[in-house]
């Protein structure tokens, strides 16, 4: 009995020590990490949902039709009179081109294994992936079911949107010679409307993601290569792949900052250069720790040589075998222990994993700095991420990548690489269409929704919460660093309040954003800019108003803490904090800062002090599935009475307005899930209307730009 | 028999003349309705090498110089050579598009294996032969390295490779003769290509859907077949929205091109059979002295070794 006790001190004592110096940066890991465990929340088995249906239903091969109505598109018009097809006939949202037709005879010789050595190791057959195919999307743009589907079986019972691969099989049958067989059907049927529309892709890759060829017979090394023998041997045939790196901003930490205010011509600034955060504060000084998560070898200090192409990092983001890490405190480098030689030959595309290892964890651990991005995405459900989670998108299939040059762009940091948003895939009108039982009505919605993307940036209502499956750092206060007896208290989430490394933080979970207007420009805080100590500093902040038509209303994480500045010349202080002199070795701020202001060449006056600072963060991943999106009267409180559309609408349709109105976001729900949401049930001005400088809900009052015909008022805007 | 490059040399003093009246015999009566061709369709042909891709590879040729997906080499007119035995090039047509830019045609050249071909007439070793199925073909063990097929084909087709000294071969598009002699092969090129472009089947059914597309549309495509007639007909056959000579197809005879080649050959021999008998004790010393660079490469087309 007594052993028991004593036994489960002892492990209390190990689990709270454990707990106390898990986030001790100076610590080396004794092995790299496992894999993520490819499991939902609740430790079931993940999976695709909407990916592996459309897969399934890719592999189902129908019954071929011999013969077809011969009729010419006017003539099938006259016949369907009315009952042409429409959207709501659309069985798919979502498709996998991925038939076996393509792969099976007279084509399979193109997937067996072949002499020639123009591409070893790779069946041409294989050099391109299948399709995903946004089917409903493309019947709402094309507006006419039978512009792809051309012809109606003979049969009378026939679908008239009989699918592609019933009619279209083998090539050059004789008995069919001048039907296409599945493969060129398609590609002329896609690139043919996408060339006459000049709208959607009509290259290769465009469509297909390229499949890697086999490395494991190209790439020749001895065992336990040592990492920058990899680099040399991936240079051996990538070396002009490697001059694109060398100006890449995964390589450099800076690059061209178009939409940073005042610096849309400059290309020097960056995390290597001159911007600050509240999580670490700043690279200069901090290296081998900082530089964990640079696709590169040993930046240890200011004089890594940015030129030297042997000291790239190829695996970090081209691992496939979930394996590959680098040691926290090592400047780059990889644990020791990893076999390479089987990582470097078994090398492909990027994934979440290897874009999440660093994206994820970015501020020192899971979750801490992005608020909509955590290693929940390694492997979400689908309400975690729809895109991730229902059809397993990997990065860079959002954020197009050219020359190693990724798109997509960030407050947090100025670089951008190009820019990616949501209309690129979804349009300017995204409302179009809802299918499936309970949606009849939406279609009554969908000029209004489609309105509000004039104002609202689609995360407004398609992201309502953020950190929604995995609490976020929300407040961290450096003041109170250094106080090695503090107990660590876990909070409602189970998150530690606090570290003596680092000070004191608060976390949130399901968070609502804080929503500001928008038009793509950010105001940054650099190193050396001068402060004004009686304020709250804005790291970044989002630039916009009602007034500017360019400015749409965003979600934002805020990012709230106190960090140190120098109480003489007014800046912001770059600290000292890894490294043997650095603060969490000593516990001196002075020398800390000290030591850090030189190395970042600034004048540090001796004396210091606590200021707050805020930082926004944008919120564009974790997007809801569309029915949980928010709904009219979580915002529009007009809505919220016995009168809902009835107040413009002398509707007599039998439409029940009330139940239109009222569906969204559904928070008892999430609630319910363990979400920390309670405090949104029932919510009708989820955007605050009179912040974003309405005077009013603009059902009432008007929009920014129009007054309503029938408002009761008209609204004055503010500036 | 097997005919070896030395029991040639013995009897080719005697028989240098007969012989190419034989391939010419040949290659009349090898020509049927049942003979396989491909329809190139310029008008479908998006520009993608993915032809000269999948050629390279199921030919086991030498990798290439640059990437099938480097579009810049439509920059300048490539022919086929000894490393690749098709091309695709790029010409501009007057036509633009809504944008005003000017609408590119692309044209996939190979050899055009004609129904009477000159390579093969001028072949004074039969080293070139028109197949049954429609495919001319090559035979390294037969070939003496004259060369005079390059200098005969109508379209510039047949390469040599230069860079070998010891067994250099002559390189031209196979129709991909094994595989099309399977049943339901494919030549590589068309199996490959994503829009069919390429058509594969026998000639005269390819003749119907040619003539067919093009009278459907007659405002678009040329109201002709490229290679129903030229040179005598020829398997390959061509289609297209842009006139011909804008392509590089020039407007060529009817007349198949081995009346000419042979009127040309017969004479030479008539009055050189001592020079062939010279080159003939010349190469028999050659192969004497150094067996190694006579021996030729071993035979890609097997059925070719048996006469
Ligand atoms: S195109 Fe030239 S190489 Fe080809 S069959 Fe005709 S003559 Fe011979
Ligand atoms: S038929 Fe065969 S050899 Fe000729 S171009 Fe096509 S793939 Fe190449
Ligand atoms: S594969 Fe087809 S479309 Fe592509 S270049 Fe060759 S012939 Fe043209």
């Known amino acids: ?719 | 028999m097997q005919i070896t490059r030395r029991s040639l040399f013995k009897i080719m003093g005697a028989a240098g003349g007969l012989s190419a009246i034989g391939s010419r015999a040949a290659a009349a009566e090898n020509t049927s309705d049942d003979d396989y061709g491909c329809l190139a369709d310029v008008g479908r042909c998006i520009g993608c090498r993915k032809c000269e891709m999948a050629c390279s590879k199921v030919n086991a040729l030498p990798p290439a110089q640059t990437s099938f997906e480097d579009m810049t080499v439509f920059d300048r007119n490539r022919r086929p050579d000894e490393a690749a035995f098709t091309v695709v090039n790029r010409y501009f047509s007057s036509r633009a598009d809504e944008r005003g830019q000017p609408v590119p045609a692309y044209i996939k050249v190979q050899c055009m294996h004609c129904l009477h071909p000159a390579c093969a007439s001028a072949c004074i070793t039969g080293a070139l032969k028109k197949q049954e199925n429609g495919a001319v073909t090559y035979n390294p063990s037969r070939c003496i390295g004259c060369r005079y097929c390059m200098i005969a084909c109508p379209f510039q087709i047949p390469a040599y490779e230069f860079s070998d000294p010891l067994t250099p071969r002559v390189r031209k598009c196979t129709f991909c003769f094994e595989n099309i002699s399977k049943q339901g092969g494919l030549p590589g090129c068309a199996a490959i290509c994503p829009v069919e472009a390429l058509t594969f089947g026998t000639r005269s059914e390819l003749l119907k859907i040619a003539h067919q597309r093009i009278s459907e549309a007659p405002l678009e495509y040329v109201q002709k077949v490229y290679g129903e007639h030229e040179v005598g007909g020829t398997s390959w056959l061509y289609i297209s929205k842009v006139p011909f000579e804008k392509l590089g197809l020039y407007p060529l005879p009817e007349k198949e091109i081995p009346h000419l080649t042979e009127t040309i050959q017969h004479s030479i021999f008539a009055y050189m059979w001592a020079p062939i008998t010279l080159f003939g004790i010349l190469a028999g010393a050659m192969r004497f002295f150094n067996p190694q660079q006579m021996s030729g490469k071993p035979s890609q087309i097997q059925t070719e070794k048996e006469v």
């Open chain 1, 1 to 719: 009995m007594k052993k028991t006790f004593i036994l489960l001190m002892l492990s209390a004592f190990i689990l709270l020590a454990a707990l106390a110096s898990a986030p001790d940066p100076a610590k080396v890991a004794e092995a790299p990490p496992p894999p993520p465990k490819k499991v939902f929340e609740d430790g079931s088995p993940w999976k695709a949902v909407d990916q592996e249906a459309a897969m399934e239903r890719a592999r189902q091969v129908p019954e071929f039709v011999k013969t077809v109505l011969k009729e010419s598109p006017a003539e099938r018009k006259m016949r369907l009179g009315e009952k042409m097809p429409t959207l709501a006939d659309v069985p798919y949202r979502y498709m996998i081109i991925d038939s076996p037709i393509l792969k099976s005879p007279p084509f399979d010789f193109l997937s067996q294994e072949s002499a020639g050595s123009s591409f070893p190791g790779l069946k041409i057959g294989d050099i391109y992936g299948p399709v995903r195919f946004m089917h409903l999307k493309h019947a709402a743009v094309v507006k006419d079911c039978t512009k792809c589907h051309h012809y109606k079986p003979d049969q009378p019972d026939a679908s008239e949107t009989t699918e592609c691969s019933a009619c279209h099989q083998k090539p050059f049958d004789p008995e069919f010679p001048e039907r296409p067989g599945l493969k060129a059907a398609y590609h002329q049927q896609c690139m043919g409307c996408h060339q006459k529309e000049n709208k959607g892709p009509t290259d290769c890759t465009g469509c297909h993601a390229k499949n890697p060829p086999d490395h494991s017979v190209l790439v020749k090394l001895p065992d336990h290569p040592d990492p920058l023998m990899v680099t040399k041997e991936c240079l051996r045939c990538h070396d002009h792949t490697a001059n694109d790196m060398l100006t890449s901003a995964h390589w450099l930490w800076r690059g061209p900052s178009p939409y940073t205010v005042g610096a849309e011509k400059r290309v020097d600034m960056g995390k290597a250069t001159n911007t600050i955060n509240n999580f670490c504060v700043a690279l200069t000084s901090n290296w081998p720790r900082c530089t964990s998560c640079h696709a590169g070898y040993g930046w240890k200090d200011a004089n890594f040589d940015f030129s030297d192409k042997t000291r790239m990092d190829c695996l970090i983001c081209h691992d496939t075998t979930l394996t590959y890490a680098k040691v926290p405190t090592e400047a780059g480098m990889p644990y020791p222990q990893l076999d390479l030689k089987k990582i470097a030959q078994s090398v492909g595309k990027p994934s979440r994993k290897t874009c999440g290892d660093c994206h994820f964890q970015g501020g020192g651990g899971d979750a801490v700095k992005h608020g909509d991005m955590n290693g929940i995405l390694y492997y979400p459900s689908r309400n975690c991420d729809v895109h991730m989670g229902g059809m397993d998108f990997q990065c860079h299939e959002c954020h197009k990548t050219r020359n190693h040059k990724i798109s997509g762009r960030s407050l947090s940091l100025p670089v951008a690489e190009g820019s990616r948003s949501c209309q690129d895939c979804h349009t300017d009108s995204p409302h179009k269409f809802h299918t499936g039982e309970g949606h009849e009505d939406h279609n009554l919605l969908n000029h209004h929704l489609n309105r509000h993307t004039e104002h609202l940036h689609c995360q407004t209502c398609h992201s309502p919460v953020y950190a929604k499956c995995k609490p976020s750092k929300s407040w961290w206060d450096w003041s109170k660093a250094g106080d090695k007896k503090r107990k660590v208290q876990k909070d409602k989430y189970g998150m530690p309040d606090y570290s003596w490394q680092k000070g004191e933080f608060q976390w949130k979970e399901s968070a609502k954003p804080e929503y500001l207007w928008y038009n793509g420009k950010v105001s940054r805080h650099l190193i050396g800019d001068k402060i004004n100590p009686e304020e709250t500093v804005r790291l970044t902040f989002p630039n916009g108003g009602i007034a500017d038509p360019e400015s749409r209303i965003y979600p934002f994480k805020s990012m709230r803490g106190k960090q140190m500045a120098d109480a003489g010349n007014h800046i912001l202080i770059v600290p000292h904090l890894y490294g043997p002199e650095g603060y969490w070795k000593t516990l001196d701020w002075d020398s800390a800062f000290e030591k850090g202001m030189k190395a970042a060449g600034l004048d540090y006056s001796g004396k210091y002090e606590w200021v707050e600072t805020v930082m926004y963060w944008g919120l564009t991943h974790e997007t809801i599935p569309a029915k949980n999106a928010l709904g009219c009267v979580q915002c529009h409180s007009a809505l919220k009475g016995e009168k809902t559309c009835n107040r413009c609408h002398q509707d007599n349709r039998n439409v029940n307005f009330k139940k239109l109105a009222e569906k969204g976001t559904d928070f008892e729900f999430m609630a319910s899930q363990g979400r920390d949401v309670s405090h949104l049930v029932g919510q009708s001005d989820y955007l605050n209307f009179e912040a974003l400088g309405y005077k009013g809900d603009p059902i009432i009052y008007g929009g920014r730009f129009k007054k309503l015909p029938l408002g009761n008022e008209t609204a004055g805007m503010e500036n």
